[in-house]
């Protein structure tokens, strides 16, 4: 059975930081690409960040310079850096796991972060 479990979130004030965690089980997980996305109340799921199998991440152009994304393939995570959160920012976060050949995808169960003072 495939689990995505994403952890880390919480409430944080504006400028403040924090580590968001997915650990991934029952897939290959060196071979998959990773990501997060978010969702807001009332909008569209958009891009955060992706790392590919060999570590090349791409970002949404909201959260370049702030957020990094890694992955550790020993640990099955894949780890999302936040620094200089806004309160835009504020969103469920969901991991993702992508493979290409062939294709699949799943997705985790998301976990909340709120910036506000």
């Known amino acids: 059975q495939v689990q995505l479990v994403e952890s880390g979130g919480g409430l944080v004030q504006p400028g403040g930081s924090l580590r968001l965690s997915c650990a991934a089980s029952?897939?290959?997980?060196?071979?998959?690409?990773m990501g997060w996305y978010r969702q807001a109340p009332g909008k569209e799921r958009e891009l955060v960040a992706t790392?590919?199998?060999?570590?090349?991440?791409n970002y949404g152009d909201s959260v370049k310079g702030r957020f990094t994304i890694s992955r550790d393939n020993a640990k099955n995570t894949v780890y999302l850096q936040m620094n200089s959160l806004k309160p835009e920012d504020t969103a469920v976060y969901y991991c993702?796991?992508?493979?290409?050949?062939?294709?699949?995808?799943?997705w985790g169960q998301g976990t909340q972060v709120t910036v506000s003072s």
């Open positions: 790392i590919a199998s060999r570590s090349v991440t």
């Open positions: 029952g897939i290959s997980f060196s071979i998959y690409a």
């Open positions: 993702n796991g992508r493979r290409l050949v062939p294709p699949n995808m799943y």
